[in-house]
């Protein structure tokens, strides 16, 4: 059955992660200002109390950015694989494109499994930092 | 439309550079002593983007750019 999303509650029930993607967006785009404020503090007053608002914003920021990051990055590889990964398109196209793409699909998904690896590499560095007082 | 285009410039410049930013900050924590000094002016430029995306988003919207369904 072809489906097509047309308001953002029908957004959910067509793909669920896109819904995500669109409310952790929208909630980032306000917390980004929080986020600018305690980089400020921290850069302008220094102290255990500013760096700890920092650090905790920090990560609260990541996990904000997380959705928009793995949607952004699956757009870029639907894009590379020329629509045989990533898209919502009828099975039997897919096949097809798979079929001619076979390279460019298989490479774009074991990227993005790579680029989440790196983007998780981000919070386990900043964590252990804090956690061993190297940052 | 030229404005409301100039606004997404630099939301989404604020957006993209917020994300590279923000890994870049995290990562660099880790760096040996006299390459600390990168971690500085990469906080200063995560406080700009995080500024751009917030502020511009949210001008965007008062202007009644949003329409979404």
């Known amino acids: 059955m072809i489906y097509v999303a047309v308001n953002r509650q029908d957004l959910r029930r067509y793909d669920l992660e896109a819904w995500i993607h669109v409310h952790f967006y929208k909630i ?22 500013t760096n700890a608002i920092f650090r905790i914003s920090m990560l609260i920021y990541w996990a904000l950015l997380t959705p ?13 694989s020329r629509g045989s990964a990533y898209s919502h398109i009828a099975e039997n196209i897919r096949e097809r494109l798979v079929r001619r793409y076979y390279s460019k699909a298989m490479l774009a998904r074991i990227a993005l499994h790579a680029v989440i690896v ?6 386990i560095a900043f964590i252990t930092g804090w956690l061993y007082g190297w940052g | 439309m030229a404005g409301a285009s100039r606004v997404m410039l630099f939301h989404y410049l604020g ?4 994300m590279i930013l923000i890994w870049l900050v995290m ?6 002593h006299p390459m600390r000094i990168l971690l500085k002016p990469l906080e200063a430029l995560l406080l700009i983007a995080s500024l751009l995306f917030g502020i511009f988003g949210i001008l965007y919207v008062m202007r009644g750019g949003h329409r979404g369904g």
């Open chain 1, 28 to 49: 980032a785009s306000i917390y980004s200002i929080i986020e600018a404020l305690a980089i400020l503090a921290h850069i302008a007053a220094p102290s255990g109390i």
């Open chain 1, 68 to 80: 928009s990051f793995y949607e952004l990055s699956k757009g870029f590889l639907m894009i590379y």
């Open chain 1, 118 to 123: 790196i983007w998780v590499v981000g919070p």
């Open chain 2, 15 to 18: 957006y993209f550079g917020s």
């Open chain 2, 27 to 32: 990562v660099a924590t880790l760096l040996p």
